[in-house]
Every structure is written in C-alpha cells, then in structure tokens.
C-alpha cells in the first residue's frame, strides 16, 4: 500500500516523519478518518471540510486545498487498488524548531484495508462513563490521552465503550456519538462538547424522513429513562447501546428505532456517489 | 549530534518514527525534560524517577531501566560532546496495529544545544490567565494541545505565559509550576492538578534553609493580594511574575525573595554532582 506523505506517494513501510515533528514532541494534530466503500469515499466532502475546520481551529494551514486533497485521494485510491478501505488523513505541527511553536504542517494520508457487512442488525455494546470534557471539542484534533488512559478501566469493567459527561450531562465516546431514544420517540443527541460526527449528521439529516431528530442535553437520568440508546461512528454505524455502568437500559435489547436508523444508513451509503475505480 | 532511539545512536537528522507510531496518530506518549549543565546531568535522578511515573500511569512499559537510561545518557552525552544542552527523553505509545492501542514504546533521548547564564537577577513576565485543567495533571504527558492554542492569545495579551485555573483555584502554567509570597512571607505552590516540577521540589527543599515554603491552595484573589509570585521550570528557574491578566502583582516589581530563591538555586545547581565528562 502507499501512502501519501506531504508531496509524493511513498510505501507505507517507509513512511516516516522526523522526530522533530510536533505530533512527536507535543501530541500536537488533526486529522479525520473515512471509509472507501466499494470505490466510494463515502461522504468525502464532509470529512474534508471537517478537517479544513479542525486545522482552522488548531491554527494549523494546511498545504492543500480541499480539491487538491480530492485529486490526491483519487490517486491514492487507483494506486492502491483496494475497493473497501479506511482512510486517514493527518495533519500535524510540523518540524518546530523549538519543538513548541507550530509550522508548515506535515501531511500524510494512510488506507488501511476495512471491509465493514451490510448487516442491517446493529451489533449490541455495554458502556460505561466517565466524567471529562475533550480540550477542544469541536476539533477533531490527535488527542486521544484520556479515551486511550480509560482502554484498561473499559476492560475491567467488561464494557466496549465509555460515555463522557460532565455533572452528570452527557457528551460523547472517544471515537463516537451517542443518541437516546425517549419514551415519545424523540432521539437526542448532545449539542455542546461534542465532536460534531458524519455520520451523527446522517442521523440528524433523517429528520426528513419522519424521524423526531434533534440536538438537545442528555443527562445520566435521562439516560436512565431512555427507550433505546445507540453511538454512531464512520467504522460503526450505529451500534445499540444496552447497558451503562451495569444498567440496562430500556429492557436491554436493541430498539426498533435504533434498527430502522441503521437500515436507512446502509440504505443512504448504497446511494451515495460514484465509484473512483471501475 | 546524535540521538538514542530505541536499540542504538543514530544522527539526528536520521531520527525518524515511522506513521503508525501512536504519537502520530494519537498524540499518546510521555516524556522528560532536563538540562545538561557543564557536563552535569542536572538532578537526572528525579526526572527519571518522574519518566518512570508518567510511563507507568499511562500504562507504557519503558524497555529500559533507570540504571540502563543513566548508561545511555553517558554514552550520548559523551558521544555528542556538548557541555550545556537540554535533554529530552521520549516514550511512545508504539507502533501499534490498530492505531488506538498503546504496544512496546517507541523510546528516544534527544539532545539539543541550551546554555543558561547564571544571572541572580530574575526575568520579569507577564501573564495572563485561561481555565484549564490538564486531564492527568500527574504525568507529563506530551499532549500540549491547550498550551499551544493559546499561543496565538498569549501574543494578543502581550502576556508571556498562560496560567490554568479552574473556578479560579490557579494549578500551574502549561510547561511551569506557580508560586505566590504572600503578605505573611509563606512561599505557596498549589498542591493539586498541577505537574510535580522538579524545580518545584527544589524550592520546596528550601523550607530548610530558612523559608517558609508549602503546597496549598491559591486562588486568584491569593494572588491579587500576594506581595510576590514567580514561575519555577528547568530552562527558566525562576522567573518573576509582576503582571497577571493586565494588574500588577504587588508592586510589579521583582520581590525579594523570588531574588533570594533564584540565588539559592543557582548554587544547588552549582553544587550539584559530577560532570560526566572532564
């Protein structure tokens, strides 16, 4: 596989960046993630703009533009031949002189193979929570120090997943969004301190197909009194959410709404785009 | 110069990581930071010790030993051959499979050219304030993410420095630790959410000689009323904070005893151990 590292295609094997950079000495980045699906950069737009967004935020310039960064994955993805992938695209602080102050970001974009079913029964996830709000929410930036610090606690307590939520309001996982579902059928997802995800959008977009959709605050007893509850990511759809901290939640099985939304997104993925490769 | 990176020297324009290193994608590691004064590793015990700590509460096994890193420092520092230089050491989460779990660490000292003049006269800053705390105060993670983006609000300020509060209880700066003098000569320096500086430590010891300094609570009133306060690091000792957030700090000049500490600890380091080369 080759990657694409600041100016040229490299293989992935050799792709390395000098100790000096920023990522390196002070964690310091952005980056999104997407899938190739069949050919397809599966709503590409979006994570691009995201990233252009997140860079902004971090204060970081990134040396392509969003139509650039099209041309460069189209031929990544013909270079690579491989239909169904991940892609990731980094950018980081680049070489400080002073290993403090950001400069010319390195640029790198990795596909890594990721074939995901089309199964329409989302899979079942226990979680549990933890109270800690992301830096800087709104950025998708390389940080991921607590969500990778809480991997041991999550295995300990036999769960898949942990849930942030400060006092008790509720905000996101690591890697995904969460939704309830409420007893009026209404699903809610956190408005504030979370990362604003893809395919969180493509939930909230169902609004128009006569889901009672929105943004709102969440809190732990909401949960408590929820119908259903599902996390939704780029890898994983959605996935139902059944348990946290040790409770079930509503009686325990995946919802009927969690499974209707998660047969639209499949339903919305097949109908996106056109394949770069034949 | 050269670089130790995981099994053996390599120059330091050569020093790379390749992409999957999980500092790259996820900003996961830990490190240390300490001067090399005329050939003297400068209290290379404690920041080991402290290396150890940090590594071990981020679950990241270090493959060498204290008494295996004092090994490699001597080579390096003998091999590079530079009397007064800043040494980093950097643990990694690694390479790892799936980009979120932390594996063997990737393991690099990294020594760069610092000369610090033995002027008793502190630096006079300014500073100003932001509410932050960092999300696992006690390692010495590499994730600056807040600290750098404040960069561009510190020069807006004309501030030199960024101190974290939260509910207006002060913890530490993003690279420094705090202290006030108050009215009553006690020298304070928080005692929680902030990293425990080695320098700190060594102002703390100072309470033998005659000071009268403790860990406590300051809050931004405290420092309203202080008569002094001043910041303590490796590369900086001490420097006198006469400004915060636009207002004087007592009378906005240098105190007398920041005076008297910065003097105190110019000896210690003067005392300080044996020069590894003649």
């Known amino acids: 596989m080759y990657v694409f590292l600041n100016n040229g295609f490299v293989e992935q094997e050799h792709a390395t960046l000098h100790i000096s950079d920023l990522a390196i000495q002070r964690g310091y980045g952005v980056f999104d993630f997407f899938r190739l699906r069949k050919g397809v950069l599966l709503y590409v737009e979006d994570h691009l703009q995201r990233l252009m967004r997140s860079a902004n935020i971090m204060h970081l310039q ?44 390195n640029f790198l974009i990795v596909q890594s193979p990721l074939q995901i079913d089309d199964n329409t029964e989302p899979k079942k996830v ?29 295995k300990e307590q036999n769960a898949h997943d942990v849930l942030y ?27 504030a301190n979370a990362l604003k995800g893809i395919t969180r959008q493509r939930v909230l977009e169902l609004r128009n197909e006569g889901f009672d959709v929105k943004e709102g605050k969440i809190t732990l007893q909401d949960i408590a009194q929820a119908k259903e509850a599902f996390l939704t990511s780029s890898t994983k759809r959605i996935q139902a959410v059944v348990q946290i901290d040790g409770k079930k939640i509503g009686d325990g099985q995946t919802g009927e709404i969690t499974r209707a939304l998660l047969a639209h997104l499949i339903m919305k993925e097949k109908q996106y785009g056109t394949a770069i490769t034949a």
């Open 165 to 191: 939520h400060q006092n008790g309001v509720v905000s996101e996982f690591p890697r995904s969004n969460f939704f309830i579902v409420t007893q009026k059928n209404e699903i809610i997802t956190p408005a």
């Open 62 to 105: 990134s040396p392509y533009s969003i139509n650039q960064m099209h041309q460069i994955l189209r031929e990544l993805v013909t270079k690579n031949d491989v239909a169904n992938a991940g892609i990731r695209i980094i950018l980081t602080g680049g070489y400080s002189p002073d290993a403090y102050e950001p400069t010319t970001p």
């Open 126 to 154: 226990n979680i549990m929570t933890h109270e800690f709000v992301r830096d800087l929410p709104e950025a998708k930036t390389i940080n991921y120090s607590m969500g990778i610090w809480l991997l041991n606690k999550i």
